[in-house]
């Protein structure tokens, strides 16, 4: 599945996406661990489907994935 990194993550990963497989969140986390440098340090919101998932669940490889830092602004 393709994955949406936005901010210092896609920085870090020199990508706006990567493409990535897992059948789960926790999977799919770990993945991003492996691959992107330092994002073990890094707080961000796994968003499926454009909602904010705060627990672990099965993916179908379907979903639209996004890899969200915490936002600041006015």
Do not use: K, N
């Not at 210092?8 to 991003?32: D, F, N």
């Amino acid at each position: 599945m393709d994955v949406l990194l936005f901010g210092i993550i896609a920085e870090r990963a020199g990508s706006a996406s990567i493409s990535v497989e897992a059948v789960s969140i926790q999977e799919l986390q770990q993945e991003l661990i492996t691959r992107i440098p330092g994002m073990q340090a890094l707080s961000y919101t796994v968003a499926v489907d454009r909602i904010a998932v705060y627990e672990d669940r099965v993916l179908r490889g379907t979903e639209e994935i996004a890899i969200l830092p915490p936002f600041a602004g006015g």
